[in-house]
């Protein structure tokens, strides 16, 4: 079957708990890979250019794309999970172009503590190279002059910060293309303190049976490397791409998530963003919350305590 639901971003933002609480309904099937990335081509083309040679993406052609559906029988919802969609200038299109009645699911955190969140995230996975989260966001400009690139990034713009938090024009592109009722917004802070409610608010959005109800699990929890030179190892972009040729990627996938994490990882408090920097970043991106709660019609000013920011 064609995949007729996207959700398309962001990271570090609970979709990896909605797309496996989604996965558990009758209803709905959910791609056993999480994030094919198959419709972000200005990334795959990024990638090649940074590397010389495709590293990453494995799934380019639409053949293969859709062969992680084949399981996929007598359902009314067909889904993957590919959390850079939105971020990509040409998803949305090719989205579109590809299914133009699909659903498309959009989750937001406030701007500084996702940005704080994906910086640690990149730094675990080994993609940034710069552990100081103010100066990872200072050299934005000499990675854009392809200066000071992280060696294992899977694109390079995914360090560019500063553009990962442009809601507007990354929430206009799906606005533009798809009707209304094809779009379900979801405020990440909302979705984890009353992930039930919300999830049932999907499940109507989706118009499948609202009343089901998953084994919820707990929505980004915060992990910690607690061998960093094993887990430099594992992520080796060569060692995982030599596991990737001898072994299928769902078997990856689950070592991953099942064995190397639980071995590698262990759950620890979160780390806290300095008031000073939260207040900084807050102050710099006041203007596009100011513009998304307009687009959307909703506070996120107050939602998100931007609107009694000291000057």
């Not at 990034?153 to 798809?178: A, E, H, I, N």
């Not at 989706?206 to 887990?231: D, H, M, R």
């Not at 596009?288 to 998100?304: C, P, R, T, Y």
């Amino acid at each position: 079957m064609k995949p007729n639901l996207f959700i398309v971003g962001q990271p570090k933002s609970g979709t990896t708990a909605l797309h496996q609480f989604l996965g558990q309904h009758p209803e709905i099937y959910m791609s056993s890979i999480k994030e094919p990335h198959f419709f972000c081509a200005d990334f795959h083309l990024e990638s090649d250019r940074a590397y010389g040679k495709q590293r990453f993406y494995d799934f380019r052609s639409e053949s293969a794309y859709l062969q992680l559906f084949s399981k996929a029988k007598n359902v009314k919802i067909v889904g993957e999970s590919s959390t850079n969609y939105l971020y990509s200038q040409v998803a949305a299109e090719k989205i579109y172009n590809f299914n133009p009645d699909a659903k498309i699911i959009i989750v937001l955190r406030e701007p500084a503590q996702f940005l704080y969140s994906l910086h640690s995230h990149y730094v675990k996975f080994t993609e940034e190279n710069e552990p100081d989260f103010l100066t990872a966001l200072a050299l934005e400009t000499k990675r854009q002059q392809e200066e000071a690139l992280s060696p294992r990034v899977t694109s390079p713009s995914y360090l560019y910060y500063s553009q990962r938090v442009q809601y507007y024009q990354q929430l206009k592109r799906y606005r533009d293309r798809f009707k209304p009722e094809q779009i379900k917004v979801i405020i990440f802070e909302e979705f984890k303190s009353a992930n039930e409610r919300i999830f049932r608010e999907i499940l109507e959005f989706l118009g499948v049976e609202s009343n089901f109800t998953p084994e919820y699990a707990a929505i980004n929890v915060n992990k910690e490397v607690k061998f960093k030179a094993i887990n430099n190892l594992i992520n080796n972009p060569v060692a995982k791409s030599i596991s990737k040729n001898l072994l299928s990627q769902e078997f990856n996938d689950f070592v991953r998530d099942n064995i190397v994490e639980k071995l590698l990882w262990h759950q620890a408090p979160k780390a806290t963003m300095p008031e000073e920097i939260k207040l900084q970043l807050k102050q710099q991106y006041q203007p596009e919350v100011a513009k998304i709660s307009d687009l959307l019609q909703l506070d996120l000013l107050s939602k998100w305590g931007y609107n009694n920011l000291p000057s």
